[in-house]
């Protein structure tokens, strides 16, 4: 799903990305700094970078488990790609991957706005995952009651993609929409950002070679990556925490970890 897309990104935009810091310098993914772990950090939580959509002025994050429904699934998915549902449940496992964080599926049904299964599945989670048919996408919103910035967004066949109840300190009750008439490619990208953003990131498809890398067909963390995303389920950083505190805070958990480099800029003002 996701993977396949990114992949398909990276391939498409060698020129720009061999010129990156992080491409340019591989090393630094697998034996960061800490200044490449809170520079990364920065990026993914509080989307710092210059230009950067939704950018974020606190710490967010889950305090309880994410437990999943996948709602609708998309008209047509080519016979070499997982379902849809086994493509949600890989991006779930690769957050479930990270230490504080709890996310699985727990239920996925057909969209079918009459049926009784698909409001038990919505209800059963705090998290849901739903394609809109693009046909139903107008009915839906009269239904469904999603706020005006949502419904412009999901009535959009260019955009078609949006997360609600992602911009709180404290993540508790988080859905995902898109239209099932999406292409692929804008299809899984959707999945990728909307789902980081539902677990408190702002990771950008431009943005993910920092943060993923390709394993066996698969998406995965790395150690870079996973420092930095660490970082926001980490104890000591709280919901709502401020990005300068969160950065300070960050510093002197990294120094902690014995970082290479981090004793020494800890000591220079990163507590």
């Not at 210059?50 to 950018?55: C, D, I, L, V």
């Not at 989670?125 to 839906?140: H, S």
């Amino acid at each position: 799903m996701f993977w396949k897309v990114l992949v398909a990104s990276v391939a498409g935009l060698v020129a720009v990305l061999l010129a990156s810091f992080f491409l340019a310098q591989p090393e630094r993914r697998d034996a960061p700094s800490v200044e490449d772990v809170v520079r990364l950090f920065d990026r993914i939580a509080f989307a710092s970078s210059e230009n950067a959509k939704g950018q974020m002025p606190y710490v967010r994050r889950w305090t309880t488990a994410v437990r999943i429904a996948v709602i609708g699934s998309p008209a047509e998915v080519a016979e070499s790609e997982p379902s849809w549902a086994d493509g949600v449940r890989r991006m779930a496992l690769l957050y479930d991957s990270l230490p504080n964080l709890d996310v699985s599926v727990v239920a996925s049904t057909d969209f079918d706005l009459a049926s009784p299964v698909m409001t038990a599945a919505g209800e059963a989670a705090n998290m849901r995952i739903i394609i809109v048919p693009g046909d139903e996408v107008n009915t839906f919103i009269d239904q469904g009651g999603v706020p005006p910035v949502g419904a412009a967004a999901l009535g959009s066949s260019r955009d078609g993609c949006v997360v609600l109840g992602a911009d709180t300190p404290v993540l508790a009750n988080v859905t995902l929409l898109m239209r099932g008439d999406l292409s692929p490619s804008r299809r899984n990208i959707c999945l990728g950002e909307g789902m980081a953003r539902a677990m408190g990131y702002v990771i950008d498809a431009k943005w993910a070679s920092e943060v993923f890398r390709e394993r066996q067909k698969t998406l995965a963390f790395h150690p870079l990556g996973r420092l930095a995303a660490a970082l926001v389920y980490d104890p000591a950083l709280t919901p709502g925490m401020e990005r300068e505190a969160a950065l300070a805070e960050a510093r002197r958990l990294l120094a902690d970890k014995g970082l290479d480099g981090a004793a020494k800029e800890g000591s220079n003002g990163g507590n």
